[in-house]
């Protein structure tokens, strides 16, 4: 059973970087098929996709988002990071790491909560 | 990206009663499409995916059906702790996007 646990500070000043990783556990990062993804939820709000990176170092954005957001993947210690720079207060959210395996996101970290804010 | 219409946002419902949630989409998604279940506080859980396969241990409660545009998840007997938000999310192509949601509230 895969695991995943998102790691970070919980609050961030404006204008900052926002830097989080997820460990993976109970199997390979570096295995095919499966896309290292983050998510995040504003709150009391809906789902948002913030993108992915596969093994090999691929990466897709959001568009909404691209701009301002770099993935990065440490195979040797079975890791994936976010960075997201120049954050505001709209920044302010519940940050998801997840698996994307070929038929929907089958599993999520816990979540961590990111407040933006001086 | 693909725009995901959802509805009703809100249904207030009975344990026991059998429940229906719609999902649309604005352009055709085949049968990639996924719904999750999100209960407060907690991350969300995937329910069912091709549009009508339950997940890993999911209960056979829960079943999804449609394609195309249009797609329903049905509650056959909704019991106290399926109370929750749904959304349903296409992932046929990147960006991703979802519905925005579901919530099923206590009558």
């Known amino acids: 059973q895969v695991q995943l646990r998102e790691s970070g500070p919980g609050l961030v000043k404006p204008s900052q970087t926002l830097s989080l990783t997820c460990a993976v556990s109970g199997g390979s990062i570096s295995s095919s098929g499966q896309y290292w993804s983050w998510f995040r939820q504003l709150p009391g709000k809906g789902l948002e996709w913030i993108g992915y990176i596969y093994y090999s170092g691929s990466t897709y954005y959001n568009p909404s988002l691209k701009s301002r957001v770099t993935m990065s993947v440490d195979t040797s210690n079975n890791q994936f990071s976010l960075k997201l720079t120049s954050v505001t207060a709209a920044d302010t959210a519940v940050y998801y790491c997840a698996r994307d395996y070929y038929y929907g996101i089958d599993f999520w970290g816990q979540g961590t909560t990111v407040t933006v804010s001086s | 990206e693909i725009v995901m219409t959802q509805s009703p946002a809100t249904l207030s419902v009975s344990p026991g009663e059998r429940v229906t949630l719609s999902c649309r989409a604005r352009?055709?998604?085949?049968?990639?499409l996924a719904w999750y279940q999100q209960k407060a506080g907690q991350a969300p859980r995937l329910l069912i995916y091709g549009a009508s396969t339950r997940a890993t241990g999911i209960p056979a409660r829960f079943s999804g059906s449609g394609s195309g545009t249009e797609f329903t998840l049905t509650i056959s007997s909704l019991q106290s702790e399926d109370f929750a938000v749904y959304y349903c999310q296409p992932y046929n192509n990147w960006p991703y996007t979802f519905g925005q949601g579901t919530k099923l509230e206590m009558k």
């Open positions: 352009q055709s998604v085949s049968s990639s």
